[in-house]
């Protein structure tokens, strides 16, 4: 399923190519998408075929296996691994989301001064020997959407009045994270309230898209409250706000809710890069030119914003809670 959208189609190539009047151009698109409907799609991203192919190929052959083979890589408490089916409540959902997924993060070894020190959800990833290509694909993958989440949020810095090296500080060991995702056939007659993701607001600062050609995204539309699709469109990612950025802006650029449910009567796959800054990178609202006075959030770190919403969303975070 791919067709068109209403949702804005802004052609990034320029940032590959270190155009000179790029960013301010990307900047200007990127900040009317961002306070308008909060999603967009970026064509001339940069991103190889051949790399995006090759991470869809073995995660596809990762979530084709059986249940106790993946729960060898089961998640861990740094968020890397497997999460199996009804293992996310979204806030506000009656059920869990029909889906599961596989995350990773930045490679760091045991002995990193980050791991050492206990920050959270840092560390090896975890890799299942019995899939040799995952390992390659998903981390050629996530070098891709590394690269070209860092020339977004140069945009993005520009888009909100800031010097365009405003994030690269605040991104140096980034905590990004992504997500191979596998949706089952969600049948027509299924009830309303089962999804495959349910509606929702990303976690971070911007999110990083890849859907298959099945379509079941949905957009929640700010001025009517309706839900419009975000189809695939060929050769283009979908970028989010998330309420990282919501919250570092000011709700300048507010995230937007949306969901996915899969009613293509066939397995869904999507892969979600969520770009986001260093564990300890404060998130202040007026460091970004918001009155002390306006100021409708108090700063707080990057990663314990994460760590708060993975609480109330994730049930193995309960499960090693209560296990101590």
């Given amino acids: 399923m791919t067709g068109t959208t209403s949702l804005p189609v802004i052609d990034v190539s320029g940032l590959n190519q ?5 960013v301010p151009q990307v900047a200007a698109a990127i900040r009317a998408a961002c306070m308008g409907p909060g999603f967009f799609y970026v064509s001339g991203h940069g991103v190889p075929e051949t790399v995006i192919d090759a991470a869809v190929a073995a995660s596809r052959d990762f979530f084709h296996l059986p249940a106790e083979l993946k729960a060898l890589v089961r998640a861990n408490k740094r968020h890397r691994g497997w999460h199996a089916m009804g293992g996310a409540l979204m806030e506000g959902a009656k059920n869990t989301d029909r889906k599961e997924f596989f995350s990773m993060g930045l490679e760091l070894p045991e002995d990193d001064p980050s791991v050492l ?22 981390s050629a993958y996530y070098e891709a959407m590394m690269a070209l989440g860092a020339r977004l949020t140069r945009a993005v810095a520009v888009s909100l009045g800031l010097d365009e090296e405003f994030f690269v500080s605040r991104y140096r060991k980034p905590l990004q994270r992504t997500q191979a995702i596998f949706y089952p056939p969600q049948h027509v007659g299924a009830e309303e309230e089962v999804f495959g993701v349910a509606p929702h607001t990303d976690f971070g600062c911007i999110t990083l898209l890849w859907q298959d050609g099945n379509g079941g995204l949905q957009v929640r539309e700010r001025q009517s409250g309706g839900w419009i699709d975000a189809p695939p469109l060929p050769g283009t990612l979908v970028v989010n706000v998330g309420d990282l950025l919501g919250r570092w802006s000011n709700d300048r650029f507010a995230s937007t809710p949306h969901r996915v449910v899969n009613r293509s009567g066939r397995e869904r796959m999507s892969i979600a890069t969520f770009h986001d800054p260093d564990f300890g990178a404060m998130i202040d609202p007026r460091e970004l030119g918001t009155p002390a006075g306006e100021a409708r959030y108090e700063p707080i770190t990057a990663g314990q914003h994460i760590l708060n919403r993975f609480d109330q969303a994730f049930g193995y975070r309960k499960t090693l809670s209560a296990a101590g």
Avoid: H, I, K, T
């Fill in 18 to 22: 270190g155009s000179a009047n790029a």
């Fill in 117 to 138: 020190a206990g920050e959270a959800l840092r560390g090896p990833n975890q890799w299942p020997d019995f899939v040799p290509a995952l390992q390659p694909a998903m």
